[in-house]
């Protein structure tokens, strides 16, 4: 992340503890993002993130370490558990196509929930928390971009959450959709 690390420890409602992320996360982070996939491919969604389990993907590992490094990780826990990992970065992936917003932003770059906790409310709790970290940092814009495919539930995750849908873009035929939450 080029800005300062963001910090911060937060207990939510739900017996959900969020604390900062790190390398030794990045075990953790891939096993979610593999279960994602077996998930997701479970429910006929293939096309979203493939069928290549995340942690065997060219540059799956070096992406989740570089993001648990170089940006600002949080780490949800149920029972001392890591059950969900967000990353925050003060702009979209170079390698979306998507432009940087006109004024400071955060953006929501990774994401992703321990199946196995589907329903506790941990991506609700992750996204609150990148709410008060944009807060904490001075910024009033949240960004997050998503696939916007299927039946658009994911979209709608992220409506429910308070963001408003932006800009649709295609990432070759990856269809997606970048979501916005002022905080200020």
């Not at 207990?11 to 969020?18: E, K």
């Not at 293939?46 to 490094?69: A, F, I």
């Not at 979209?92 to 990774?110: D, F, G, N």
Request: charged share 20%; aromatic share 6%; proline share 8%.
């Amino acid at each position: 992340m080029t800005g300062p690390r963001l910090s911060g420890v937060n207990d939510t409602a739900h017996g959900i503890r969020i604390r900062p992320g790190g390398p030794a996360d990045v075990t953790a982070t891939l096993d979610m993002l593999d279960g994602a996939i077996v998930w997701m491919n479970a429910r006929g969604n293939t096309e979203q993130w493939g069928t290549t389990p995340y942690s065997r993907k060219p540059g799956g590992v070096e992406r989740v370490e570089r993001y648990l490094t170089e940006n600002a990780p949080f780490v949800a826990e149920l029972d001392g558990a890591p059950a969900g990992t967000l990353v925050l970065d003060s702009e979209p992936s170079p390698q979306m196509p998507i432009a940087p917003a006109a004024e400071p932003e955060l953006y929501v770059r990774l994401l992703v929930t321990d199946r196995r906790h589907a329903g506790r409310g941990v991506g609700a709790a992750l996204l609150a928390h990148a709410v008060e970290e944009t807060r904490r940092a001075g910024v009033e814009l949240l960004r997050v971009d998503c696939w916007a495919g299927g039946g658009g539930e994911l979209v709608a995750f992220y409506e429910r959450n308070g963001f408003t849908p932006t800009d649709r873009f295609l990432s070759g035929t990856w269809p997606g959709q970048v979501l916005a939450r002022r905080v200020g």
